[in-house]
Structure formats: C-alpha cells, structure tokens
C-alpha cells in the first residue's frame, strides 16, 4: 500500500510505498504503476516505478496534485489485470573477454569463478524496474553471498550486452554506457528495441527472467 | 518535383532535430527529450510561420555550416546566437529572431552561442524525417529519433518533404530572459541535508 503521497517539484506526485528493498514492496508499486496506465488518467503525462517509490507527471495545464492525489487515493488497484507477466530465459556467454570483472569478484566474493557463475546461473529473477538508460532491468534477487559493491572507479564505457552485478541485483546494458556494474558476461541478444514501439523493452517489471550460459561459438551464431 | 535539401558542410558539436518531445515512457528509461529550451524552439517555428509542434534543428555551442539548395525558403534563428548568411555576391551578419530568406546555393554558418548553450534553428516548411514515439527528438544515449537517433555529421544531407509558401519577413525584439531568481518547491528530502548540516 502507499504510505505517503507528497509533491515531487509542481507537476508530479511522489507516492511512497516504504524503503524496503523487496519482491512485495515493488509488487505493489507495479500492481499501482499497471492500473494508472491502464486507467489512461487525463493530465497524467509520465509514470516512474522504481523499488519501492512511483512518481506521477502530469501536465499542470490539464490537472493539479490535488486532483490526481484523489484520484490515486480512491483508486482500485485489486481489479484484474490484462498485463500478464512473463518468464524469459536470457543467453549469456561468460568468455574471459566478456566477463570483464570476474577476477575481482572473485576477491570481493571470495568464491571462485565457477561457483559464481553457478549460483548465478541457477538462480531465478524478478525484474524490478527498468531505466538508467532505456530498457535496463534492475533483477533481483542474488543471494547474501553474492552481493558486491560497484566498481570503485566505473567504466568510462560498458560494452552493449554486457550483463553486470551489484549489491542484490543483476542488469544488462542495452546501449554502450559508463556504468559501474560489475560485469560477468554478454548476452547476444537485443533486450531492447526501439523499432517496437508498442513493447520496445522485452524485460518488464513483475517479469521473471533465468540466464542461461552459452558459449563463444553459440554467441557468435546466435542473430545468425 | 524539386528536390530542397541543405547539405551539412560542418555539423557542429551536437547537433540534434528536436520538437516537443515524447511522454509516458520514463518507466522505459527514456526521458521527455525534445528541446531543452523550450521557449526559443517556440518562437523559432513562430518566425517562419510554421505550426508550433514542427522539427526544428537544435545546436549546442557551434551550430552546423549548411548549404542550401533548392527553392526559396525561409528561415529563422533563435536563442543568443552569432550566425552568418553568405549569398552569392554578400554576407549578412545575422540577428536572432528575425527571419531571413535563403536561395539555392545559399549559406548559413551557426558560429557559435553566446550566452546561452543551444539555440534553434527553423525552416518554413518540414524536414524529411523519420518520427518515433511520434517525435523526431534525438536521444544519441538511446540512438531513438529521427537519423537514426545519431547527432548530424559532417557530409550529410537533409532532405526537405515540404516548403510552406510564406515569404513574410518577421521580426521580433526579444530578449532572451535574464533569470535574476529561481523560483523551487519544496520536495520530498528538502530537509534531508538539513539534518546533516546541524549535526
């Protein structure tokens, strides 16, 4: 449920669902940020889901907070909805020239290669959010043990692809960008695409994503 | 059919087609875009006589050296700009927000803004462009929008699909605004460094 509602600045609601970082908490947010878009309310004009926060636009020439907070309030976000969330399986190859920090992950974990690239491969995530850059998915949940800070001084460029870990959470940088994730692999395929206008990102939040190791060779052939 | 084109002799430090921009997909990661002055992208397309919403060309710092050629066609700079015509037997130093009428083989250098970063650059008439989310804004992070969502290079050419048949010269006296106070709303961790700061 959301806790609070206040102002974001003159034209945005900020709508807090607590602080914890977890599958329930986000659940509700995009249980609320799916209903808002599909009840297409006049004047809103952006919605912003993160973990546990969502921020609602709206375009002061059409409507106002007050407004829009009532709105929200009365809202019934238990209604059945279309969205339906789906389970996708993501290639990754983890050849050395792709995993570009898996040798400080092994310091920072203490755990060897192999068994980060097992817990990471048998583990199942929920996608959060996605942003940053566009269609990037926040996917946790890594285990306890697998949880590493950024990289103290972050890449001026991370390869397009590249698939990354931090804290509790993985991601896959849909663009070349300067980023700090530290990077264990590369996925061929295109998470994002822009010439899909109606569903551009194909990791959305609720969806639950496994990876699935490849090799080099099967990288290589993969848009083949 | 006459083909209008300008062809890019320098394409500037970034220089993006720009419009309203494009709303509703920040939970994509994709911001509004569009013009980051919104006002000088306004009064640009008003000084051709153009309806409000059209493509303009948006330039940081240096602008583009464009060459012109086709049919008459009138053109408008808005912003702090310094810019020059060159036509074939003079050069016209010129002034922002006042439109100007380019023929074929004509001349516009966008030397540089002065004190502001970007300045604007209309036509009367439409640039040929390839829309997405029903914009032409250029994200370069993202490579969405119209040239394939890339800054303009040196070399290229952009084609024109219409030219509008208004040959009015408009002049405004305009200022570009001093902000002497900017004006904020509290938001949500306002106090959050205040804290801190009596610690």
Redo the contacts between chains.
């Keep these: 449920m959301i806790k609070n509602i206040?102002?974001?600045?003159?034209a945005a609601l900020?709508c807090?669902f607590g602080t914890e970082v977890n599958r329930q908490t986000n659940s509700e947010v995009i249980k609320y940020?799916n209903t808002i878009k599909e009840k297409n309310i006049e004047g809103i004009?952006?919605?912003?889901?993160s973990y546990n926060k969502l921020?609602i636009?709206y375009d002061l020439r059409v409507t106002n907070f007050k407004e829009i907070k009532d709105k929200i309030e009365k809202l019934n976000v238990d209604e059945v909805l279309k969205t339906a969330n789906k389970n996708l399986e993501i290639p990754v190859c983890c050849e050395a020239s792709f995993a570009l920090d898996i040798e400080r992950l092994e310091k920072k974990l203490n755990l060897t290669k192999e068994k980060i690239i097992e817990k990471f491969f048998n583990k199942e995530f929920f996608c959060y959010?996605?942003?940053?850059?566009?269609?990037?998915p926040f996917l946790g949940d890594l285990n306890e043990n697998m949880r590493a800070q950024r990289l103290e001084t972050p890449r001026v460029k991370v390869p397009k692809g590249s698939v990354g870990i931090t804290e509790q959470f993985a991601n896959i940088y849909?663009?070349e960008?300067p980023g700090g994730w530290n990077i264990i692999g590369n996925t061929p395929l295109e998470v994002?695409d822009?010439s899909k206008?109606k569903d551009?990102?194909l990791i959305n939040?609720g969806d639950t994503v496994r990876f699935k190791q490849i090799t080099l060779e099967e990288y290589k052939n993969y848009n083949d | 059919m006459i083909n209008n084109y300008f062809e890019t002799i320098r394409a500037g430090i970034n220089t993006t087609f720009q419009d309203v921009g494009r709303?509703?997909?920040?939970?994509?990661?994709?911001p509004?875009s569009g013009a980051m002055d919104n006002r000088n992208y306004l009064l640009a397309n008003r000084l051709v006589g153009n309806k409000l919403d059209l493509p303009v060309i948006e330039f940081a710092y240096q602008g583009p050296l464009l060459k012109y050629k086709g049919e008459k066609i009138t053109i408008a700079v808005a912003g702090d700009v310094i810019f020059k015509i060159r036509k074939k037997d003079n050069e016209i130093e010129g002034n922002c927000y006042e439109s100007y009428q380019l023929e074929n083989g004509d001349e516009i250098d966008i030397l540089s803004t002065n004190k502001s970063v970007y300045g604007y650059l209309a036509i009367s008439g439409e640039f040929n462009l390839k829309l997405?989310?029903g914009s032409c804004s250029i994200?370069t992070?993202?490579?969405?929008g119209s040239n394939d969502?890339k800054k303009l290079d040196t070399g290229q050419i952009i084609n024109l699909k219409k030219i509008n048949s208004n040959k009015d010269i408009k002049k405004i006296n305009y200022i570009n605004t001093k902000i002497e106070n900017i004006r904020i709303?509290r938001?949500?961790n306002f106090d959050y460094f205040l804290i801190f700061y009596h610690r």
Excluded: V
């Excluded at chain 1, 206040?6 to 003159?10: E, F, T």
């Excluded at chain 2, 709303?23 to 994709?30: K, T, V």
């Design positions: 206040s102002n974001l600045g003159d900020y807090d940020f004009n952006n919605l912003t889901p921020i636009s959010m996605t942003g940053f850059i566009a269609g990037m849909t663009f960008s994002f822009s206008e551009p990102n939040p | 709303n509703n997909l920040y939970h994509i990661g994709i509004f997405q989310w994200n992070k993202a490579n969405i969502g709303m938001g949500t």
